[in-house]
């Protein structure tokens, strides 16, 4: 059964750093995966899709990457923002289950001007 | 539409009274999910559609849960009989395929009270 973990479960940091959220999940037949983030009484934002077959994707100021084989993906943000502040999930997409995503607990990122 | 639309925003029942949730997939998305948030941030596939068809059921609790997907109609989700364990988010998403990118909406909480 696939699960995903994220850590950490929050993070605060000052304005201008640039900072690292990890998901790991445990099975690595994924056919991709996807970060979103999700305001407060919000639905999700999606940020960014890797295809399983991917390394890396950036947008921005953001820049994902996944190891497949190790089960891990990171999401590095730069010179954050107070903007940025907001829960950021992890979900991959297990091979030959549909289309359903497993989503992972969330990091709760809190930029501080 | 350009994004995925959800109604009601929110929605309160009593126990054992009847809820129906709507969905709107985003226009040319053939694919269609559906997600149940339980406290912050668990999320839980509940069920997927292809055009009007079930595609995938496998998240569905069977005897009060039931969805559609009508041809020219908004998607619903309805829930018999609701119970208390029902309180949650209510997302839909759509995507153009299954490897695509899922786009959330804004989400229904329903509060069975």
């Known amino acids: 059964k696939q699960e995903v973990t994220q850590i950490p479960a929050a993070l605060s940091v000052p304005e201008g750093e640039n900072l690292v959220l990890n998901c790991s999940f445990t099975?690595?037949?994924?056919?991709?995966l996807q970060w979103f983030r999700q305001d407060p009484g919000k639905g999700l934002t999606s940020l960014l899709l890797i295809q399983s077959s991917q390394r890396e994707q950036t947008s921005g100021r953001l820049n994902a990457s996944l190891d497949k084989s190790s089960g891990r993906s990171t999401l590095y943000i730069a010179a954050s923002q107070p903007g940025d502040s907001a829960t950021y999930l992890c979900a991959v997409r297990p091979q030959n289950q549909g289309g359903k995503l497993i989503f992972g607990q969330g990091t709760e990122l809190s930029v501080k001007p | 539409g350009e994004e995925v639309a959800q109604t009601p925003k929110h929605l309160v029942r009593g126990e054992g009274q009847k809820a129906k949730l709507y969905c709107a997939p985003i226009?040319?998305?053939?694919?269609v999910f559906w997600y149940q948030q339980v406290l912050k941030n668990e999320f839980k596939f509940l069920i997927s559609?292809?055009?009007?068809?079930?595609?995938?059921e496998t998240g569905m609790p069977k005897e009060r849960f039931s969805a559609k997907c009508l041809p020219n109609s908004p998607c619903s989700l309805e829930i018999q009989a609701t119970k208390l364990e029902d309180s949650a988010v209510y997302f839909c998403?759509?995507?153009?395929?299954?490897?695509?990118?899922?786009?959330f909406g804004p989400g229904t909480r329903l509060t069975v009270t």
């Open positions: 998403a759509s995507s153009q395929s299954t490897g695509r990118e899922q786009y």
């Open positions: 226009k040319g998305h053939s694919y």
């Open positions: 559609f292809q055009n009007e068809n079930v595609f995938d």
């Open positions: 099975d690595s037949a994924i056919y991709n």
